[in-house]
Structure formats: C-alpha cells, structure tokens
C-alpha cells in the first residue's frame, strides 16, 4: 500500500520536523526529506528509506526506556482512542544533551484513518525552560534570604521604640509620640510584606502534595473564621455546592480566605453581599466568587495581581497589596488560572479555574 497522493502533498512537503504518514496498521507508507537525515539521531526512529517498515514493530525492538510509551501512544492514535499522542525525552548518547519531540496525531483521508508522526529537536526549548527553572529557584531562595534575614532588625526597631516610648513617656509631647506610633506602624506594615513576601516565594518550594480536595468543607472552615467579620457588617455569605479537586488544601484554603476577606474587606458602604459557585467544564471547575462592593475598573484588573501593587491607599484600605498576587500564583501552582470580572459600583466576580480530581 502506497501514500494516497494528495494526502502526501499536503503533508510532508508543508511541514518543516521529520514526518512519516502511517497506515492503520502502522507501516509507513512515506517520509518526507528531513526523515532521513534526523534518522541517525534518534532510537526511536525507523533507518532512512523506511516506506513499508511497521513503526510499531521498530519501536517494540528499540532499547529506548520510552519505546513502550511510544508504542501504547501509537496504538491509541490508531485505535481511534485518542487525536494526539506527544512524548518528551532526552538523547540516549552520554555525550549530547538533545531533548525530542515525538507526536503522532490522527487523520482521515477519503474516510480512511492515518497517523501522522512527527519528530522534531526541542533541545533550545527545553534548555530555556532549564535556565528559566534554575533562575526561578535562585529568586525563590533570594527572596527567602532577604525576607528571613529583614525580620530580626525589624523586630529589634520595634521593640526599641516600645522601649523609649515607656521609658521617655513622661517626656515626650504630643509630636513625639505621633512620631514614634508612625515609625512603630512603618516597622509593622513592613514586617507584614515581608511575611507575605516569604509565603509568596514558598508556594512552589514549602507546598504539600497534592491530594483530593473537598472544596466544600474548605469553604465552611474559611466562612466560619470570617463569620463575625460578615456578621459584625450585616453582610451574607452564601455557599452553594462545590467539588472536589485535585491540589494542595492549606494553600486552596489560602487562595479562598484572599478572596473571601477582600469581598468584604471592598463591600463599599452597604452589607457585604457573598455568593460561591462552582461550575464544571471539561476535566476541570470553575469556582465563582461573587460581591456587590465597589468594583475594579477594566483598566486595573491585571495590576490588581501584581506584587505590591494596590489601587487604594492604605488610610482608604488597610492591606500589603500580596493577597492576590498570592492567589494567583497558588492558583498556577495547581495548573489553574484566577480572572476578575468586574466594573465600578457594580462588584467583582472572581473565577478560579482549578483541574478536577
């Protein structure tokens, strides 16, 4: 059996990796010109001039420790099981560094089935994401450094200025005293980024295992720790159901008590008005939370998940402007994303996406 000649002209002479087309059955039945030259490269490739030999049985006799992969990915592909199959792995030869990309994908041709197999040398790729992880992990210890390291001046600035306040009381006049309650409420403010500072830098190092987690008994642990908070305003939470996902729970319970404390933190000057819901697409929910507060302009909705950066003074709204970008990257850790709906006046609706377990 030979490539259908379309089929051919509109695969191997429009892509630039190596490129074989199989059959159902996984024999190739034709290769493009790079094929033959990536051949030498790779365990996991038939030798040049490979029209008619089975891939699968080239696989099956390889001593690659990522044949089997291989193998189970082609025959899902062709057993109509799945459209796509990818497979990262490295270079076999001690002496290289290569990473490949090996991805077989389904395709009908005049209502017969062919796998497209592709591969191609992702070695840049992988060694930019390397240096990307490696600098990553250096920031991540840096700001552990500087964060552990700033706590005991700090603790000693305050504790001194408690000192001269009790022992000078007598002495001091008004001004003095407003002074030093400002430099005492600095060190405070201070010492509170830099904890937020060294949870941030914590969450992908310091983080559990993953395991499933009941949102729904996350969120009444939070609510019943921000019920005199609610109750003290008037305001109302509402939960409805919610999943169970897959994910660390102490920063899950984290990500919600942010976001729970800031509905009610930004309720204007009506009642904080709550509402949580879940709702599941595709292998993964999306976790709504809803208030009627003040609202966040469009144009501040990407800022507001910045480190430090906040859209109100502190005399407006008390805060060390890191709860968000805490959340944000808690909600990355998992293989999720946070988004922000919202509009002045009109509250906020916040939309966790977190894969499902």
């Not at 700090?154 to 001091?172: A, H, K, P, V």
């Not at 729970?249 to 204007?268: D, M, P, T, V, W």
């Not at 292998?283 to 800022?303: L, Y």
Request: hydrophobic share 35%; proline share 4%.
């Amino acid at each position: 059996m030979e490539i259908p000649e379309g089929l051919g002209s509109h695969v191997l002479d429009t892509f630039v990796p190596s490129i074989a087309v199989l059959d159902d059955d996984g024999t190739i039945l034709g290769t493009n010109e790079a094929w033959n030259s990536f051949a030498e490269e790779n365990e996991l490739q038939p030798p040049v001039d490979s029209a008619g030999v089975n891939y699968i049985d080239i696989c099956e006799d390889s001593d690659s420790p990522y044949a089997e992969q291989a193998v189970e990915g082609i025959r899902a592909v062709l057993g109509d099981e799945r459209e796509r199959f990818t497979l990262e792995y490295p270079s076999h030869s001690p002496d290289s560094q290569w990473w490949f990309q090996l991805t077989v994908e389904r395709t009908r041709y005049e209502g017969d089935l062919y796998a497209i197999v592709s591969h191609r040398n992702i070695t840049e790729r992988k060694l930019s994401e390397q240096r990307v992880e490696e600098s990553n992990e250096r920031l991540q210890q840096f700001a552990y450094a500087v964060s552990h390291d700033l706590q005991e001046p700090l603790r000693m600035i305050t504790s001194y200025l408690g000192l001269i306040e009790r022992r000078y009381e007598d002495e001091l006049d008004e001004d003095g005293r407003e002074f030093i309650a400002f430099a005492v409420d600095g060190a405070e403010r201070m010492r509170d980024m830099i904890e937020g500072l060294l949870e941030y830098s914590r969450v992908e190092t310091r983080g559990n295992p993953f395991e499933p987690v009941d949102l729904e008994t996350v969120l009444e642990e939070v609510s019943t720790d921000l019920q005199m908070a609610i109750d003290d305003d008037g305001g109302e939470l509402t939960i409805e159901s919610l999943p169970t996902v897959e994910g660390d729970r102490s920063q899950l319970r984290r990500l919600f008590q942010n976001l729970l404390e800031n509905a009610i933190k930004y309720s204007g000057e009506d009642p904080p008005r709550v509402h949580v819901e879940a709702e599941e697409s595709d292998d993964e929910w999306i976790v709504a939370v809803s208030d009627d507060g003040i609202g966040i302009d469009p144009e501040d909705q990407d800022r507001i998940f910045d480190v430090f950066d906040r859209l109100h003074s502190r005399e407006e709204y008390e805060g060390t402007g890191i709860g968000l970008a805490l959340c944000e990257r808690i909600a990355e850790r998992h293989g999720g994303t946070i988004e922000v709906d919202s509009e002045p006046g009109e509250g906020s609706t916040f939309f966790v996406t977190l894969p499902a377990a």
